[in-house]
């Protein structure tokens, strides 16, 4: 059973919006993890793009999505969201879910720290 299942990826126009959602149970009821979203374009490194944490909801944002992204838990559906505004071609990426638990984690946006992955979600934004 894959713990984390990232699903709401599509094709959108740039300054289009769309949203991520993530099915993660076996850690959002949880008080202790980091949930990442992060993402990888064809030829490039992944790259963190938004965190929170289970306990506070504490949220962190790469430079690049500030003010344009939006990560939160819905505990009630077990799902960590990311909902994305203002899309710009520069976005399109395979976008995934990871989760890592806080004593594990060093940067909160490195993917290197993060333990359990989910398959990925196709995001698509044209001109």
């Known amino acids: 059973q894959v713990p984390l299942v990232e699903s709401g990826g599509g094709s959108v126009q740039a300054g289009g919006s769309l949203r991520l959602s993530c099915a993660a149970s076996r850690y959002t009821r949880s008080t202790y993890y980091y949930m990442g979203w992060f993402r990888q374009a064809p030829g490039k490194e992944r790259e963190g793009v938004a965190a929170?944490?289970?306990?506070?909801?504490?949220?962190y944002y790469a430079d690049s999505v500030k003010g344009r992204f939006t990560v939160s838990l819905d505990k009630a559906k077990d799902t960590v969201l990311l909902e994305m505004k203002n899309l710009k071609p520069e976005d399109t990426a395979t976008y995934y879910c990871?989760?890592?638990?806080?004593?594990?984690?060093?940067?909160?946006?490195?993917?290197?720290?993060?333990?359990?992955w989910g398959r990925g979600t196709q995001v698509t934004v044209s001109e």
């Open positions: 929170i944490y289970t306990g506070s909801g504490g949220t």
């Open positions: 990871a989760a890592v638990p806080a004593w594990a984690a060093g940067k909160v946006l490195g993917a290197a720290d993060y333990q359990d």
